[in-house]
């Protein structure tokens, strides 16, 4: 009764073979088998490939040279690609589900094939993500990564891998040739343009930026008109991310600091020194020449001899130029002004009443909060020795404090 249950024939050349069967049990035992065969193979494959390829990784990762291996490492590059293998098994067998006489386990067969190669693209994609996040932490502890970022290629390669996996997807689904895809996106440019226009401009806008240097992170910027006053954060494909020094966050678009004025302290920083400039305006009533009486209180009240700031043609000096040479010397001997930059106390042309006499120095103080003490301390003494010299600094007053 059982003798044409179960037949095993071989095809012509012995690479096939056909199972014929006259038993509906004996053929859901063979279909439950085949099944169970592809399950256990994937699972075995998996955990085989897994173990093996972790194994080496690892013994390769602790070598000293091998950094960019555990950075790989660290971000799971490896455990994402090992779900590869057993979908390459369910995408080898579904052929054999097809050949099945069984309707429905038949018509599995093809969409099963669709997706074991959906899955398989969706594998690629989340290694090489997880390849460019590795790729972007070893390199942030390069000594030029401050200044060089990477974070927006980074993006761009990250939006080109999704299209690409986008269309990979959509030409298995629809089993057409990538090509067939491509030749349509041309003719997508221009959407395309107006729906991503501020990635284009920035991804732009970054590469310029890089090329030439413009921003690094940690740099000091000024953007009039956006409220930017502060050190660059990060910087994206589209943003470039500044905290102010309220700490309030502020996100520029990329291009903005290239159609825009923007000014860049770094080179303030890297020369060690800042600029004083500042003007103090006098009365011009107040500027005169000294009489013996004023001359004499200078004697008592300067730590210098008024003989140091006689003219070289004998020409009589007046109260504002025996300040202003009395408080070069002074702010020059200062510790904390630079003696390689220039020193000028000049007097301006100014468009309001009275005289300017600007200040104009470098110090070797760089970072805020000790520059405006020094600078602060500076002007005071400047202010302050005015009316030993007889001088009156310009106000505008308020008619009715006006002396009749």
């Not at 012995?14 to 006259?22: A, K, L, N, S």
């Not at 890089?210 to 009039?224: A, K, L």
């Not at 003696?339 to 309001?352: E, K, T, Y």
Request: glycine residues 4%; contains cysteine; hydrophobic residues 50%.
């Amino acid at each position: 009764m059982f003798d044409r249950s179960l037949r095993i024939e071989g095809g012509p050349d012995w690479h096939h073979f056909h199972v014929y069967t006259d038993s509906t049990w004996v053929a859901v035992l063979l279909v439950a088998a085949l099944l169970l065969a592809i399950l256990l193979a994937s699972a075995i494959c998996y955990y085989a490939t897994r173990a093996i390829m972790l194994m080496i990784v690892g013994r390769l990762a602790r070598q000293p040279r091998r950094k960019w291996l555990r950075a790989a490492e660290r971000y799971k590059v490896f455990h994402r690609l090992a779900p590869l293998v057993p979908a390459m098994i369910v995408y080898a067998a579904a052929p054999m589900l097809s050949g099945l006489t069984f309707p429905l386990i038949a018509a599995l067969g093809h969409p099963l094939a669709l997706l074991a190669a959906c899955y398989m693209v969706y594998t690629l994609l989340r290694a090489a993500l997880a390849l460019l996040d590795s790729v972007g932490e070893r390199y942030s502890h390069f000594p030029s990564a401050s200044e060089r970022p990477i974070k927006s290629f980074l993006q761009i390669a990250t939006i080109v891998l999704y299209v690409i996996a986008l269309i990979a997807a959509v030409s298995v689904l629809l089993e057409r040739s990538p090509a067939y895809f491509l030749t349509g996106v041309s003719a997508m440019t221009a959407l395309l343009i107006i729906i991503f226009r501020d990635s284009l401009l920035g991804f732009v806008a970054s590469i310029q930026l890089t090329v030439y240097d413009m921003v690094r992170v940690g740099d000091w910027i000024e953007v009039p008109g956006f409220v930017a006053d502060g050190t660059v954060i990060d910087i994206a494909l589209n943003t470039i991310k500044v905290q102010n020094f309220d700490n309030s966050i502020v996100m520029l678009p990329s291009y903005v600091l290239l159609t825009n004025s923007m000014k860049n302290w770094r080179g303030m920083v890297e020369a060690g020194n800042r600029r004083v400039r500042h003007a103090i305006h006098f009365d011009t009533d107040t500027v005169c020449f000294p009489d013996e009486a004023l001359l004499q209180r200078l004697r008592n009240d300067i730590d210098r001899p008024l003989a140091a700031f006689a003219p070289e043609d004998g020409q009589r000096r007046t109260n504002l130029g025996l300040y202003r040479l009395y408080l070069g010397a002074h702010l020059r001997d200062h510790p904390a002004v630079r003696r390689d930059r220039p020193l000028v106390i000049r007097v301006l042309q100014s468009n309001q009443p009275g005289i300017a006499l600007e200040i104009f120095l470098y110090l070797d103080e760089t970072h805020w909060e000790p520059y405006e003490r020094l600078q602060s301390d500076m002007l005071d003494h400047a202010y302050g020795l005015a009316p030993l010299f007889g001088l009156r600094c310009w106000q505008e007053r308020c008619p009715s404090a006006r002396q009749p």
